[in-house]
């Protein structure tokens, strides 16, 4: 199976400030089917990124994603206060699918 | 509009049994492979299962901690998929999603989760 490994596991920032998650597969993403979501506590995950970088239906367009391959990069342009949360990455190209560890962004 | 909206959740004893429906709408539900997806308190997101269509065979797949224990059956005349957990474990409890992907575009739909908690 692919195995997924985001980094940084906390990340501190501002509002207003950029941030870059990383999620790295141990395999070669089929079809780049890769997505992000975006996770607060007592809510399900809301898709924010499907096949690596289009963005879902009313994601504002701070939120971005690129990469191909093995290697995906989620960023977010200027922090506001309600991205303050849990980033997850996922792989739905093989199955099983698969999900990274989560990376929390919050306010420093 | 896509919507996936999961039920049967609640309280169960461990050994004891639960089945979850997810009811579909808003795309041709037979032509679908569906997903279960679960999530433990304060945990990440584990992959739970998989059925093909009927013209796929209808085949399903499992983790390794729920095979023998979880079926997944779907009922494209109700536009419904299930999951019938069986022999439930204290680390079965978690929140429950079913999932599927619109394979023109890569799209991936959840739905709200139910949640299942097993304790005596």
């Known amino acids: 199976e692919v195995v997924l490994t985001q980094s940084p596991g906390t990340l501190s920032l501002s509002p207003g400030e950029r941030a870059t998650l990383s999620c790295r597969a141990s395999q070669s993403v089929s079809s780049n089917y890769l997505a992000w979501y975006q996770q607060k506590p007592g809510q399900a995950p809301r898709l924010l990124i499907y096949v690596a970088s289009s963005r879902a239906t009313g994601i504002p367009d701070r939120f971005s994603g690129s990469g191909s391959g093995t290697d995906f990069t989620l960023t977010i342009s200027r922090l506001e206060p309600e991205d303050f949360a849990v980033y997850y990455c996922?792989?739905?190209?093989?199955?099983?699918?698969?999900f990274g560890q989560g990376t929390k962004v919050e306010i420093k | 509009e896509v919507q996936l909206v999961e039920s049967g959740g609640g309280l169960v004893k461990p050994g004891g049994s639960l089945r979850l429906s997810c009811a579909a709408s808003?795309?041709?539900?037979?032509?679908?492979?569906m997903r279960w997806v679960r999530q433990a308190p304060g945990k990440g997101l584990e992959w739970v299962g998989r059925i093909k269509t009927k013209g796929d065979g209808e085949t399903t797949d499992y983790a390794a901690p729920v095979r023998g224990r979880f079926t997944i059956s779907r009922d494209d005349s109700k536009n419904t998929l299930y999951l019938q957990m069986n022999n439930l474990k204290i680390e079965d409890t978690a929140v429950y999603y079913c999932?599927?992907?619109?394979?023109?575009?890569?799209?991936?739909?959840w739905g709200q989760g139910t949640l299942v908690t097993v304790s005596s």
């Open positions: 808003g795309f041709t539900f037979s032509n679908a492979w």
């Open positions: 999932a599927t992907i619109d394979g023109s575009t890569g799209y991936v739909y």
């Open positions: 996922q792989q739905y190209g093989s199955s099983p699918w698969t």
